[in-house]
């Protein structure tokens, strides 16, 4: 007996252990801890769980202080006050959200309490038990949930078409505000509804027609509808319809196409007479611009409005050209036409910066438009339109003072008209590109062979300057058909700037241009001052046209392409008169010719100046051989005068007087000895470039009584008469 009380006891613990071991695992998982707070000792007790999620290390002493020192300051004193007066003085139950900070890390943690009160056997309150919920992220997921909610709502009732939410069994769940004021009805009047019970309603209120239940009781078992048009009173509307993902309702949109509608059928009525009058326009005549004469006339027309411009856009200019003008029900060609860029345009506030079309139905009072649109006076309406492709602004069409006010039609048959026309241009431009593909082709061809040629021939070593310029004259003539002009070349050292083949021309075919102070006169000269190509078809119009030169010929037209060599003018290809007059593909053509010449003249400079470098080196051998023979012989003569005169001073038999005389010139050979050897390293300074002059006063006759000297006593031992001979006195031959 003893045995099985023991046994008992122990499976009865090992219970108790068991469950108390999943009473924590369950408090852990579900982030409860539960409290035990004696209401007289004002002290409490805790799960570990609790611990944990109040931060609190074990063996601390737990008060009612402690726990209200855990609470976020913003809300400590509301809950002192509610377990003080609400809880244990009203003797509620502790049912309560509130904000703790975990004591170790800090952190802010959302909690749920829940607490009961328990009396002794006097009535005497004692205990309040209960437990404490981590809801940290029930609480971050309730406001995840909520804003997107909020977020739901207001895209739901911000969206334009109707939207109507159904249940399986048709009721009405939610409406947006676009369906009711759509069906001119109130929340109220519908909601919790059964669908159908509305339709047959319309239908009988003559609203609706009778074969718009049929499909709506498709939609309401499920069916999938697809853009189902519906007349409702003057209304047409389209509607689409489709369970929901999870197939617990029917989601409904309607959407109200009656202005599309009539616009489409407008569409229809204007665009087999615009396309028809389109194409009679571009068989007529062929002419782009014909056909833009043609859009702009009909536009006016088709939008009721008194005048019309159009601006084209000029790829080569980079500018918006205003060539004509619809006024007075006729088109005008303008002959002194204008030219705008984009900006202005925006400036003057009839072009968006989205390039898009632009409506202004007011008085318009900006100067910037009104000096652009100047056949205007007064504005009170306008319509821009830009004709875009490819995101670039190819046209502008300008359209003012309609009787009313422009409208959203007028821009769609606008934009109808000039695709259009547009469509016509590319297809005209496209049959224009087909036939001179071949053209463009044969020509490349064409100038690629030139420069092989061309290029073949320069590297030949022995052609000359002139020989290079007229191989390039006769190619620039022969590429760009120009009736004549010139090949020039810089002189790299005088500047001199020769010219050579001027053709059919009065001056002859090698000619020099000399630089002035502000550089070479004339077209001739301008794109050697400023090291840029250039043409113009109107010469005398050019800023660097002179008579004196230019003016002696009969140009029609010029080009002028400068042949650089790393930015260094080394000449220029001069053209003229050319049948048609120059373009930019001339200049390329040069230029390229103009490298080419560039090249040539680099090389042959160099090759000259390789020649005379070698004849310079050789002559300067020569020099040094002669000069050195010459050097010997010099150093000769004082030499001779420096020992002689030393074995006379040897002997002892001569005079003082002779003595102090041969000293004399003993000291003079070495001075002059001493001046040769100067001289030597004087001349190494000199190739060297280290040689700096200092000037002196000289006297001619000192240098000829020390010559003398040195010579007089050798020509008395060989009977020579020698005398000194001083054509000036000493003081005229002084060279200062």
Known sequence: TIFDDVSERITNEQKKREQEYILREAQRIANVGYFVLDIQKGTWESSDTLDKIFGFDKGLSKTIKTWEQTIHPNERMEMAAYLKDFVIKQQNKFDKNY???????????????????????????????????????????????????????EIFQGVGEGILYLSNDGKILEVNKSLLSIVNKELKQIKGLGFQQIIVQMIAEGKLNEDVLTEVEKGIKGS???????????????????????????????????????????????????????????QKTGSVQRVLYNALEEAVKLTSAHNGYMFIYSAERSKFTHFTTFTGGK?????????????????????????????????????????????????????????????????????????????????????????????????????????TAKEKAEESERFSLS?????????????????????IYETSLDLTSSSYGFVSSIDPETGENTGYHLGEQEIDQQFTLQPGA????????????????????????????????????????FLAVPALMEKKVMGEIILANKEGGYSRKDISIVEELGNIYSLALHRKYTEEALIKAKEKAIESDRLKSSFLANMS????????????????????????????????????????????????????????????LTPEVFNINDLIMITFTLFEQRAKEQAISLFPKKALSDSLALIE
């Open 518 to 557: 502000s550089g070479y006169k004339g077209m001739w000269g301008a794109a050697l001052n400023t090291g840029k190509s250039f043409y113009t078809n109107n010469p005398k119009s050019h800023p660097a046209f002179r008579d004196e030169y230019e003016g002696k010929l009969a140009l029609q037209n």
């Open 99 to 153: 904000t703790v900070l975990n004591q170790i890390s800090g952190e802010a943690r959302n909690v749920h309490g829940i607490g009961e009160l328990f009396f002794d056997d006097d009535g005497e309150l004692v205990q309040l038990i209960g437990t404490i919920q981590d809801i940290t992220e029930q609480v971050k997921y309730q406001k995840v949930l909520e804003d997107s909610r909020a977020r739901f709502q």
């Open 331 to 435: 088109i005008k060609f303008l002959k002194r036409r204008k030219d705008y860029e984009l900006e202005d345009f925006q400036q003057a506030g009839f072009v968006s910066e989205a390039n898009t079309p632009l409506v202004i139905n007011d008085k318009i009072e900006n100067k910037d438009l009104l000096n652009i649109l100047s056949k205007e006076k007064y504005i009170k309406a306008l319509l821009s339109f830009p004709v875009v492709v490819d995101d670039e602004v190819k046209a502008l069409l300008v359209l003012t003072n309609k009787r009313g006010d422009f409208t959203n039609d007028d821009i769609i048959q606008v934009n109808l008209l000039m695709d259009t026309v547009w469509k016509i241009i590319e297809k005209q431009e496209y049959q224009f590109q087909l036939l």
């Open 224 to 282: 999938i509808l697809k853009n189902l048009e519906v007349r409702f009173q003057d209304k047409i509307l389209q509607v689409s319809s489709a369970p929901t993902y999870d197939r617990t309702g029917i989601v409904a949109v309607f959407r109200d196409i009656t202005n599309e509608k009539r616009n489409e059928q407008d569409l229809l009525l204007h665009k087999e007479r615009l396309e028809r009058l389109l194409l009679i326009a571009q």
């Open 451 to 471: 420069l092989a040629k061309i290029s073949r021939k320069l590297i030949e070593p022995d052609l000359s300057i002139p020989e290079i310029a007229s191989l």
């Open 633 to 692: 012989h010099e150093i000769r003569t004082p030499m001779n005068g420096i020992v002689g005169f030393t074995e006379f001073l040897a002997k002892e038999n001569i005079t003082p007087e002779k003595r102090a005389y041969y000293a004399k010139i003993v000291v003079q050979s070495s001075h002059q000895l001493l001046s040769i050897v100067n001289d030597i390293l004087d001349i190494s300074k000199i190739e060297t470039g280290q040689f700096v």
